[in-house]
């Protein structure tokens, strides 16, 4: 018996209500999918890559747990009905190919139930180790500029088409691949083990996951796409998953102090992330200095001492036991840590001269704390950083 493999999902996710039990040459949908490798794995879903045998093409085919669309369930998805809005919704507008496209889906019925599959283009690695091919490991300014502008678009496409991403982070941006013979290459090169073809009694815990990594740099990464991808947190704008959203340390204001939210929580996301990207760090730690644990007041206390302090509007929509714990009437914060404000300067440590002075500039214009003062996504794609700088 093989056991689990370090870093993968656990043996405890297939029961009924849970993950398939993919098995490598299983094939799907009237034998139209074969499983080649695996390539990822979720809370909610596994992901595999795949040969069409109609079309003679691979695939990523993402196979979601039996719980996310059993009628049983207390909590609601929307990625199915999402991807298939954006995969058609305005195919001219300039983001549309820097958003994941859904290929096909059906439904499989196993002995977990029955499970949601998507079969969506195969990407490149992510942007969280994709800037390890420098040192130090942060994306290069021309790169990252491009980069963002694509993650822009991909924005101004999906608000305009009422959806909100809401889990922009490294993680969940994919370099796209220019040239799929690579993944020939890539199966020559990732040869699977004999024993884990002869034994359907295999859980997938036990298959290591083999993502696509590096095999999609064919030539000179300046002329990369990224897209947007894993929509499974996505939300409608009027109509929305869950209120507490976002990678706990990229949450916008409103989240964080649990106020209404819509479209411009993904562009404090994104600017949280794109700083990540361009310097390699963390704006937010939100630890208690006391407890070393996540401080919803700590975090509030951050934000104020970067991009100034919430408004009371925003205040008088929020969860009012937060807003008793972490704010004066007036607004300011109380009794902080550490007084005064911080310079977001001496947060960039990685550019200078002119590109310094307006990449802080963009992240000031990016990160408003008042939701209806943050610009669009449109809005920013002129912005004077993402203009092209000698």
Known sequence: MIGPVDGEESPKCYVPGGLHPVHLDDEYHHGRYRVLRKLGHGRYSTVWLVRDQ??????????????????????????????????IARPSHPGF??????????????????????????MGESLSSFPTFWDPAIIPPPIAKRFTRQLLWALDYAHDAGVVHTDIKPD?????????????????????????????????????????????????????????????????SHQHLTPLIQPVLLRAPEVVIFAPWGPPVDIWNMGAAVLELVDGVHMFDARNGRTGIYDVKKHVEEMVRLFG?????????????????????????????????????????????EEKVAFVAFLRVVMAIDPEKRRTAVELIDEPWLLVWQ
């Open 54 to 87: 109609e079309k003679s093409i691979y695939q990523a085919l993402k196979i979601l747990s039996a719980e996310c669309y059993s009628p049983s369930s207390s909590q609601q998805f929307f990625e199915l009905a999402i991807l298939q809005h954006l995969s």
């Open 97 to 122: 190919h820097s958003v994941l496209q859904l290929r096909d889906h059906f439904e499989l019925t196993g002995p977990n139930g029955t499970h949601v599959c998507l079969v969506l283009d195969p």
């Open 172 to 236: 969940n941006i994919m370099v796209q691949i220019r040239d799929m013979s690579i993944i020939d290459h890539y199966l020559a090169e990732n040869p699977v083990e004999p024993m884990l073809l002869n034994d359907p009694a295999i859980l997938p815990c036990s298959i290591a996951s083999q993502d696509l990594g590096s095999y999609h740099l064919t030539g000179d990464a300046s002329d990369l796409d990224i897209c947007l991808g894993d929509w499974g947190a996505a939300s409608w």
């Open 309 to 353: 302090p919430f408004p009371r509007s925003l205040l008088d929509q929020a969860r009012q036991d937060i807003v008793a714990r972490c704010f004066h009437e007036d607004g300011s914060v109380i009794d902080p840590e550490r007084k005064g404000t911080a310079q977001l300067e001496n947060w960039v440590q990685h550019l200078d001269g």
